[in-house]
T-cell receptor
Framework: DTGVSQDPRHKITKRGQNVTFRCDPI?????LYWYRQTLGQGPEFLTY????????KSRLLSDRFSAERPKGSFSTLEIQRTEQGDSAMYLC??????????????FGPGTRLTVT | AQSVAQPEDQVNVAEGNPLTVKCTYS??????LFWYVQYPNRGLQFLLK??????LVKGSYGFEAEFNKSQTSFHLKKPSALVSDSALYFC??????????????FGAGTQVVVTP
């Protein structure tokens, strides 16, 4: 399977702890997106990379959140000093920047974070 | 600022009947519009997109959508619904304005229930 993968699939942590999630996009995709989804809502945009450059970051994203894509391949999303309000599904998506499938995002299965 | 609305939380339809899922949007520039579907315990899957050209776009699984600029709508349609179409459907918009190339705005989703 060469789809988008995310690790871990589930994470339970205590309030105040730091967590890190990993996303491996489809190999030929140079664009990568992070979203957060809570129950009953659509995905909420967090940040966007083209290759290794972080080109856009939501104003809703507090400074406790940081994302990297050091070599333009996999990406990590870190949440520091987690709060209960951070409990959500964190989704990663990737897309190509050219060709017929441009802007078509392919989503991973998500990482469900529970902060106790 | 861009926004997207899905006015119906749930749509119920009998198998074999036409299915319509509504979506309206608001953007300052030109919109790129998308539909995604989410099956239980699975990631979001791309259905179709409008970028430019014909207002009627066809996508996966027999779905189509019509871009109506005057009504700022992009309703998803299927002539004959199947029980297997029961899922959560999301409309998304990406505003083509300036240098903001990454941010996609998703609606809250519409649950489609197709009964035998």
């Amino acid at each position: 399977d060469t789809g988008v993968s995310q690790d871990p699939r589930h994470k339970i942590t205590k309030r105040g702890q730091n967590v890190t999630f990993r996303c491996d996009p489809i190999s030929e995709h140079n664009r990568l997106y992070w979203y957060r989804q809570t129950l009953g809502q659509g995905p909420e945009f967090l940040t966007y990379f083209q290759n290794e450059a972080q080109l856009e970051k939501s104003r809703l994203l507090s400074d406790r959140f940081s994302a990297e894509r050091p070599k333009g391949s996999f990406s990590t999303l870190e949440i520091q000093r987690t709060e209960q309000g951070d409990s959500a599904m964190y989704l990663c998506a990737s897309s190509s920047s050219s060709g017929e499938s441009v802007y078509e995002q392919y989503f991973g299965p998500g990482t469900r974070l529970t902060v106790t | 600022a861009q926004s997207v609305a899905q006015p119906e939380d749930q749509v119920n339809v009998a198998e074999g009947n036409p299915l319509t899922v509504k979506c309206t949007y608001s953007v300052s520039g030109n919109p790129y519009l998308f539909w995604y579907v989410q099956y239980p315990n699975r990631g979001l899957q791309f259905l179709l997109k409008y970028i430019t050209g014909d207002n009627l776009v066809k996508g996966s699984y027999g779905f189509e959508a019509e871009f109506n600029k005057s009504q700022t709508s992009f309703h998803l349609k299927k002539p004959s619904a199947l029980v297997s179409d029961s899922a959560l459907y999301f409309c998304a918009v990406k505003e083509v304005l300036g240098d903001s190339w990454g941010k996609f705005q998703f609606g809250a989703g519409t649950q489609v229930v197709v009964t035998p």
